[in-house]
């Protein structure tokens, strides 16, 4: 079974500075997705990045980019420029091709905290 | 085009009590999945469903539980004779034909058993 290891529960970081959150994950597969969704104290689970796993170039939308280094199955997430409104649980998640049949796998979060 | 639907927001049920949860996929998708989320805890998935069919439902629990997702309406997940184990908030997500990796969430039922 896939699992998805996020080993920071807690990150803090000043406004407008830099911030990269820790995500491993274990699998047999070659081909999968890799994702960080953010949980703002809405509860709304947000899609931030998504990156597809043949693929070699690093995924980026905006401030968010992500680094992702298939050897060594890690997959970490980069806030630029860190906002008061960035501050959220960032879940990691994995999913095999085709979508999976089991859904998605999350790992527990990381709870980001910015301070102004 | 609007977003993945889920109500009520909040459920209180009392231990024993049936609890039903609705969820509207987004407009042309045609996979639902559901998810739950205990404090402190990631989502865990539990069932996948297409339009009348059960794809997955291995992460379901074998009792009490079950999910239907009729050719008309809403999907829904039961919970026969809640437990305040069952207290959590419970996440539907839906996908296009073809396209499983984009799952988008609705805001969450957050049920609460006393």
């Not at chain 1, 796993?53 to 401030?63: D, F, G, I, P």
């Not at chain 2, 927001?9 to 998810?35: D, I, T």
């Not at chain 2, 988008?104 to 049920?111: D, K, Q």
Request: with cysteine; glycine share 8%; proline share 6%.
């Amino acid at each position: 079974a896939q699992t998805v290891t996020q080993s920071q529960p807690e990150m803090s970081v000043q406004e407008a500075e830099t911030v990269t959150l820790s995500c491993t994950y274990d699998t047999s597969e070659s081909d999968y997705y890799l994702f960080w969704y953010k949980q703002p104290p809405s509860r709304q689970m947000i899609l931030v990045i998504r990156q597809e796993a043949y693929k070699q170039q690093n995924a980026t939308e905006n401030r968010f980019s992500v680094n992702f280094q298939k050897a060594a199955k890690s997959f970490s997430l980069k806030i630029s420029d860190s906002q008061l409104g960035d501050a959220a649980m960032y879940f990691c998640a994995y999913s095999a091709p085709g979508g999976g049949a089991d859904g998605l796998t999350f790992g527990k979060g990381t709870h980001l905290i910015i301070q102004p | 085009n609007a977003g993945v639907m889920q109500n009520p927001r909040h459920l209180v049920r009392r231990r024993g009590q049936e609890a039903r949860l609705r969820c509207s996929p987004m407009k042309g998708h045609s996979h639902v999945y559901w998810y739950r989320q205990l404090p402190e805890e990631g989502l865990k998935f539990m069932v996948y469903l297409q339009k009348e069919n059960i794809i997955d439902e291995s992460g379901m629990p074998k009792e009490r539980f079950s999910a239907e997702f009729p050719k008309e309406g809403p999907s829904i997940l039961r919970i026969q004779q809640v437990v305040r184990g069952d207290s959590a908030a419970y996440f539907c997500a839906s996908s296009p034909p073809g396209a499983r990796n984009e799952q988008y969430f609705g805001p969450g039922t957050r049920l609460t058993v006393t």
